[in-house]
């Protein structure tokens, strides 16, 4: 990802693209790899319950599950694989200048995936053996599931570092900054999802066979019910506690009104969820299936627009300074003017000074355009030339404008906080301009 790094900054309608591309890309890949997760658990609880309890229902719908949800090997790679890859390409352009993922990163989720979809593959061609698999095959279904699980929270991690675009020069130093809480809120709220996603097809195919020939009988029905009808309840009871969350933990600048519309209004439909499950269904007209599985269609739709908002927001003041950077760049081309270093100070100290500020500061700070910070050209004069005072706030950076975050503590040595102190002091004159 490193040679990426030279792309050309973006114009914002390539961005607004970009956002787009990936509201599509998550649209078809989290319900495909929630419906496996959400199945292949139940399946995998199912034949320990069956075993248990020696009742062969339970057996019978294990392997209907893995049989609905685990399809073919083409399909695991359209549907599960490849939206990474796409996923990758849009950060990598996303983030061309900050490369807080490194191409480890996007590996390690795709073996992991590969990984999982493989053991849980031989998990289900178990089922074709009969009676029912063997310990082993349990074994190996239970550890392709975990691995599932483990590749998802990594991909909600990368995932949640697109509302947080403050973090990402840190990102770059230390990679602590890469776990979040809202990352992990989004982990455990798409895994509700899942579930009731899950819940809400096993009522709405409601144990019909797989294969369609032998007429369900009618306790094996029932049974199908309840278990969906249960999973769908808890996995709604507990979605609300993670929308509340979420709205807690994103950052600041990630928050409109359409980020707290989006997630009233999953509450809304978790409520209307609870409410179908737990009036007395008809009998004759078939049971809740239809309408429990549209609204989660419905809530699944409600949280990828809510997180698309949050990004947008995240990144505003971002793109926007980046379209200002790609017409700079441009004019400077044009100019082909080569640029002064300034001459106080040496040399090397100045080249210090300028590296500690490359990969410390410009995350967040321009000269003279806004990024996460204020342009550079209008708060280092307050400074009127005194090295010591500057350094003292790079030190220990105190709230000063109310209308912006705080800057963090970046906890840079001494002489790096001289170097850079040094530099900016000789760039910015107190006057005013460089
Ligand atoms: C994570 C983003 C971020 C990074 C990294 C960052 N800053 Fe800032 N910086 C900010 C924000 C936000 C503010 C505005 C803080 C405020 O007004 O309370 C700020 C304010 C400032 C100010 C103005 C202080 C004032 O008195 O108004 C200076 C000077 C400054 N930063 C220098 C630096 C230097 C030098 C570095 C690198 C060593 C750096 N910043 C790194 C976000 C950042």
């Not at 990474?84 to 480890?104: E, G, M, Q, S």
């Not at 190996?140 to 697109?162: D, I, K, R």
């Not at 429990?292 to 927001?313: P, Q, R």
Request: aromatic share 12%; net charge neutral; charged share 15%.
């Amino acid at each position: 990802m490193a040679s990426w790094g030279n792309l050309q900054p973006l114009s914002t309608e390539l961005y607004t693209l970009l956002q787009y591309g990936l509201f599509l890309v998550l649209f078809f890949f989290l319900p495909f790899l929630g419906v496996i997760i959400g199945g292949s658990t139940v399946s995998l609880l199912l034949s320990f319950l069956g075993k248990e309890k020696r009742d062969p229902a339970y057996l019978r719908f294990s392997k209907e599950m893995m049989e609905t949800v685990m399809t073919g090997k083409s399909a695991l790679f359209m549907f599960g694989l490849v939206p990474v890859l796409l996923v990758w390409f849009i950060y990598a352009r996303i983030f061309f200048d900050a490369t807080p993922l490194p191409w480890h990163f996007w590996s390690a989720v795709l073996a992991v995936l590969v990984a999982g979809f493989a053991l849980l593959h031989v998990y289900r061609s178990a089922w074709r053996r009969p009676p029912s698999p063997s310990p082993f095959h349990v074994m190996s279904g239970a550890a392709g599931l975990l691995a599932l699980f483990f590749a998802f929270f990594l991909f909600s991690q990368g995932y949640g570092v697109l509302f947080n675009p403050e973090k990402l020069s840190l990102l770059r130093e230390h990679i602590r900054f890469f776990l979040s809480w809202n990352a992990v809120v989004k982990y455990l709220l798409f895994l509700a999802v899942f579930f009731g996603m899950t819940g809400g097809g096993i009522l709405l195919l409601g144990g019909r066979s797989a294969e369609g020939k032998e007429a369900p009988d009618a306790s094996y029905r029932g049974l199908v019910r309840d278990i969906g009808a249960k999973l769908t309840f808890l996995a709604t009871l507990v979605l609300p506690v993670f929308v509340l969350l979420d709205l807690v933990t994103l950052p600041e600048i990630a928050l409109s009104a359409t980020v707290f519309a989006t997630a009233a209004i999953v509450l809304l439909l978790s409520l209307a969820v609870c409410l179908i499950l737990s009036l007395p269904s008809g009998k004759k007209e078939g049971g809740p299936g239809a309408r429990i599985a549209t609204l989660y269609v419905l809530i699944f739709l409600a949280v990828l627009v809510h997180d698309h908002a949050a990004v947008g927001n995240a990144y505003q003041d971002r793109i926007a300074s980046l379209n200002m950077q790609a017409k700079a760049v441009e004019a400077e081309h044009a100019k082909e003017a080569p640029r002064e270093e300034p001459a106080a100070g040496g040399k090397t100290a100045a080249e210090t000074g300028k590296a500690v500020f490359e990969t410390n500061c410009a995350g967040c700070h321009q000269f003279d355009i806004r990024v996460v910070g204020p342009p550079l050209n209008e708060v280092v004069p307050k400074y009127a030339g005194d090295v010591e005072k500057l350094k003292g706030f790079i030190r220990n950076p105190v709230k000063v404008n109310p209308d912006l975050p705080s800057m963090p503590n970046l906890g840079l040595p001494e002489e790096e906080i001289d170097a850079v102190a040094r530099y900016l002091i000789g760039r910015v004159k107190p006057g005013g301009s460089p």
